[in-house]
């Protein structure tokens, strides 16, 4: 949906572009929680992808992409009218320790842009993300470079495309600035959307700082704008946090289905919306190990896969801390946390039900389930591929199984699970067409595999941009076949078994 703002705009995208009709709802908070700032501007910005659907949100014309003013003002060389850029502060524990003060150190916020399509407030809040220093920069340059923020704007809007809630990118523009990471690479700038950016670190922040004013302002300022039908509680500071915890829970059991890891889960990059946020060294789970490591920086495997639904609780207790002054009893911390764990347990068994395929639950699902796991870890299956090649298997023939088990170095381990799985769909008389059709659409055929993105990657760098389009447009629609595609659903080539991810970015 495409409003133009006015006739001029019609005819004219870098008019547009300039009148994006602004708001500044986070600024409403008192100046202690930001500092104004501009951003500093990059020479010779070019774009690299933008997101027409993530455009659509906030009625952007696709037709502006290539414009001066779209191509400026998302790099942070060109101001819209109404804006008025910010950094805001908040502060975090990382790897489990408490880190002091953080803040947007290379993120800068535009204001907000009206979106009617979202959940109230109905707008999205608009970041340059990489666009120069900050007072909370610290020892950064307020940079990102081309890889990590291709990867930011590519993982966003595929995780949007499995339905799972995240921030969105609306697009990523490129300079031939170079700056120094473990060799000079060239910067870019990704802008990001998200209904609020606020974190559970930016609760600790003033709780840390013994400022219970700031923390009573910033949780009226969340509950008021962001989960209003709270208000009304009798203790609404609890209900926010019992709310935070479930959708913690929710977003979380959602990356485990699909095999998303995060790579940083620390406070200050966990949404107070339960938004996936802060894309950084994550992956998709090929070779399935439930201890794999995504994040080469993580040594001790504190963000694993099977570590992150307790780090997401570990991280709702912090945020429970810091909330502790408004709430009033640790009882009633404890109570709004209580939540997380059967909240969890309860997404994750329905979306694992889902994965199989199966309609209904009967006792023994939780041990065909942990056998299913047993075996892809004894095998080191790939996890997408299993999941998608099973909505194939026939009910009544083995021998079409082909594909499957294929996929498994322990052949016998997967013919004893798959008669039990066998079993258990005769048990409910599933059919073969009615469940490939919903396992199709719940089992991700495309997922951002490192190795894709690093192909992507590697073709920006030398100025084609192509693929980062073509993967855009492949993840967008995970769930559907796109034969033309085939190879990008494949197993990962030889040479992706060596690539790293770091914190580096
Ligand atoms: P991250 O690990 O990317 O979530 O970043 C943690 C903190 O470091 C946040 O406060 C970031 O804003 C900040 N940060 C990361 N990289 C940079 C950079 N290149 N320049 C300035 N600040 C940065
Ligand atoms: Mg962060």
Redesign the pocket.
């Known amino acids: 949906m495409t409003v133009p703002i006015d006739s001029a705009t019609v005819t004219d995208p870098d008019a547009a572009v300039d009148r994006l009709p602004f708001g500044q709802a986070f600024a409403a908070l008192p100046p202690a929680f930001f500092t104004r700032l501009q951003p500093t501007p990059l020479p010779a910005p070019y774009l690299i992808c933008a997101s027409a659907a993530a455009a659509a949100l906030v009625s952007v014309d696709p037709a502006a992409f290539s414009s001066a003013a779209f191509i400026e003002t998302f790099t942070g060389n060109r101001i819209p009218t109404a804006a008025q850029p910010l950094a805001a502060v908040y502060s975090g524990h990382q790897f489990g320790v408490w880190a002091g003060q953080l803040g947007d150190g290379r993120a800068i916020l535009l204001g907000d842009l009206p979106a009617p399509s979202t959940p109230a407030p109905h707008v999205l809040e608009v970041q340059l993300k990489g666009a120069g220093a900050t007072p909370y920069s610290r020892m950064g340059d307020g940079r990102a470079v081309l890889r990590s923020s291709i990867r930011e704007f590519l993982c966003s809007e595929a995780m949007a495309g499995l339905g799972i809630p995240t921030s969105r990118a609306l697009c990523v523009t490129g300079s031939d600035q170079l700056v120094m990471r473990e060799t000079p690479e060239t910067t870019a700038v990704a802008t990001r959307m998200a209904p609020s950016f606020i974190r559970f670190g930016s609760f600790e922040h003033w709780y840390y700082n013994d400022r219970p004013q700031e923390l009573r302002l910033l949780a009226d300022h969340v509950i008021d704008r962001l989960y209003p039908q709270l208000r009304n509680n009798a203790n609404p500071y609890q209900a926010l946090l019992a709310e935070v915890a479930r959708r913690t829970a929710d977003m979380i059991a959602q990356w485990q289905a699909v095999g998303f890891m995060h790579g ?1 889960m ?1 406070t ?2 966990m949404s107070i919306l339960g938004l996936t946020l ?1 894309y950084g060294p994550f992956g998709f789970m090929e070779a399935f190990d439930a201890r794999h490591i995504c994040n080469h920086t993580d040594q001790g495997g504190r963000y694993s896969y099977a570590m992150q639904p307790q780090i997401g609780q570990w991280n709702c207790f912090a945020l429970g801390q810091a909330l502790l002054p408004l709430i009033g009893e640790v009882e009633d911390v404890q109570e709004a946390l209580a939540g997380y764990q059967p909240h969890f347990k309860a997404r994750m068994d329905a979306l694992l039900h889902a994965k199989l395929g199966l309609a209904t639950t009967a006792d023994g699902d939780s041990a065909l389930i942990d056998a299913m796991f047993a075996a892809l870890q004894a095998s080191h299956v790939d996890f997408t591929l299993f999941f998608r090649r099973l909505g194939n298997l026939r009910r009544d023939d083995p021998l079409q199984d082909a594909p499957l088990r294929d996929l498994f170095i322990d052949r016998t381990a997967f013919d004893a699970w798959a008669v039990q799985y066998r079993a258990r769909l005769l048990q409910e008389d599933s059919s073969d067409l009615v469940r490939k059709l919903a396992m199709d659409a719940t089992n991700p055929k495309y997922v951002l595999r490192n190795y894709l993105a690093q192909v992507a990657i590697e073709k920006a760098q030398n100025k084609d941009f192509t693929e980062v389009a073509r993967l855009l447009a492949i993840l967008e629609k995970p769930f559907d076949e796109q034969p033309e595609h085939e190879p990008y659903a494949g197993l990962p080539p030889d040479w992706a078994s060596h690539l790293e991810v770091s914190c580096s970015s």
């Open positions: 940083v620390n200050d990059n802060d």
